[in-house]
């Protein structure tokens, strides 16, 4: 469909809610991942099994620390900050949201990453290819 394609569309899938605060805010948090969020890039970047990954992908009010747009999953590295004051309550709004475009939201500890980002990225890469 290329240039063609209707405005807000994807290859005719899912809509491109995007807005332009947060295609700056992706920008910024690409040049300030995290280190979980680094060393899984390293694995993920390479496209294992075939399976390509965004890193940082705004869409909607939320900008996604990875996204696979062919298996629709929404990969987020949750710190120890994730489990303190109101974040719980923000993360499950933010779940909702996703879960009501149509997306699935898989939230991995970041000490698991810092671990093994290998593994992390093989069980990754395995839930997107079921």
Not at 32 to 46: A, D, F, G, H, I
């Amino acid at each position: 469909m290329g240039r063609w394609q209707p405005a807000g569309l994807t290859e005719g899938k899912l809509p491109r809610i995007r807005l332009a605060k947060n295609i700056s805010k992706a920008r910024h948090l690409r040049a300030e991942m995290s280190l979980p969020e680094v060393l899984l890039w390293r694995q993920l970047r390479k496209q294992p099994g075939g399976v390509k990954f965004r890193r940082q992908h705004p869409l909607g009010d939320y900008v996604f620390d990875f996204y696979c747009a062919e298996a629709k999953v929404d990969i987020e590295i949750d710190g120890f900050v994730h489990d303190t004051g109101r974040n719980p309550a923000r993360d499950e709004l933010r779940d909702s949201w996703v879960r009501a475009q149509d997306l699935e939201v898989l939230r991995i500890p970041a000490t698991q990453v810092l671990q093994s980002p290998e593994e992390v990225a093989e069980a990754i890469v395995r839930y997107c290819q079921r």
